[in-house]
Nanobody, 121 residues
Framework: EVQLQASGGGLVQAGGSLRLSCAAS????????IGWFRQAPGKEREGISC????????HYEDSTQGRFTISSDNAKDTVYLQVNSLKPEDTAVYYC??????????????WGQGTLVTVSS
């Protein structure tokens, strides 16, 4: 059974930082692209970033404004999303997902349960 476990969310003040983790199991990790998405209250889900675990290619949406960094530790089957200079508008449930193609506007077949990030002003 494929599982993606997202963690690392919490309550943080504006300007603070968090490192989100996505631990994968039940799949051949470096066969997949891992993406991070988020859904704010009352808004549609949006893609943030993705990484190819086989070659390390990364992609960021313009909305990340250089504040987000994605990385992968293949020895641990885990992808991280470092989020700096957090803003109240970053408040959302953050999800990780696994797919076969590189990019954010492609099918993702496995999804984690999400981790809540709340940024206070």
């Amino acid at each position: 059974e494929v599982q993606l476990q997202a963690s690392g969310g919490g309550l943080v003040q504006a300007g603070g930082s968090l490192r989100l983790s996505c631990a994968a199991s039940g799949l051949i990790f470096d066969d997949y692209v891992i993406g991070w998405f988020r859904q704010a209250p009352g808004k549609e889900r949006e893609g943030i970033s993705c990484i190819s675990t086989s070659d390390g290619r990364t992609h960021y949406e313009d909305s990340t404004q250089g504040r987000f960094t994605i990385s992968s530790d293949n020895a641990k089957d885990t992808v991280y999303l470092q989020v700096n200079s957090l803003k109240p508008e970053d408040t959302a449930v953050y999800y990780c997902a696994a797919g076969r193609d590189f990019g954010l506007m492609v099918p993702y077949y496995y999804w984690g349960q999400g981790t809540l990030v709340t940024v206070s002003s």
